[in-house]
């Protein structure tokens, strides 16, 4: 089974995300859809032409050109592009965006936002109240931010 990378130093979402809790069981019952471009590093498309925006975190801009927005974009680009990836709306909250579908997104590998926040691509932002993945989003900010990771370590 695969079990989600977990940073050691994160010791609230290393609890949260023991072993037990798996990848396999976040994406069960989620709709699939497959990446055929990354726009950005916080907007996909996927092959049906669907244009899924992520819930919760922002990456710098690619225009006009952003400190570390070729970074995000490319970080985005290898964990979802060609992939199959699951989708799932937010639980409450506005759930489209400029005509994109607002989601989390997942791989048979990751929660794709998590790996973005914690290596510094990514900052938390909530425009409606929080959904379920805030607070591990969060802490996961806070760690990057403290340890210098990414963008908090190159841009001010």
């Keep these: 089974p695969t079990v989600l990378p ?4 994160i010791a609230p979402i290393a609890v949260a995300l023991s072993s037990e809790v798996q990848i396999k069981d976040w994406i069960k019952d989620l709709r699939i859809g497959t990446v055929s471009r990354v ?3 916080d907007t996909i498309e996927l092959v049906s032409g669907e244009k899924i925006r992520y819930l919760e975190v922002s990456t710098p801009e690619m225009s006009p050109l952003e400190c570390y ?3 995000a974009t490319q970080k985005n680009s290898e964990l979802v592009l060609g992939k199959t990836i ?3 709306p937010p639980t409450e909250g506005n759930k489209t965006s400029y005509n994109r579908t607002l989601a ?3 791989t048979d590998e990751y929660f794709v936002f998590l790996e973005l926040v914690k290596n510094g ?3 938390v932002e909530s425009y409606a109240s929080p959904n379920e993945f805030y607070d591990l989003l969060k802490q996961a900010e806070n760690d990057a931010r403290l340890n210098n990771r990414g963008l908090w370590g190159k841009c001010n």
């Design 121 to 123: 691509y990514a900052i």
């Design 104 to 106: 989390y997104v997942f």
């Design 6 to 9: 977990v940073t050691a130093t």
């Design 86 to 88: 699951y989708i799932q």
């Design 69 to 71: 927005a070729q970074e």
């Design 39 to 41: 726009i950005d590093g």
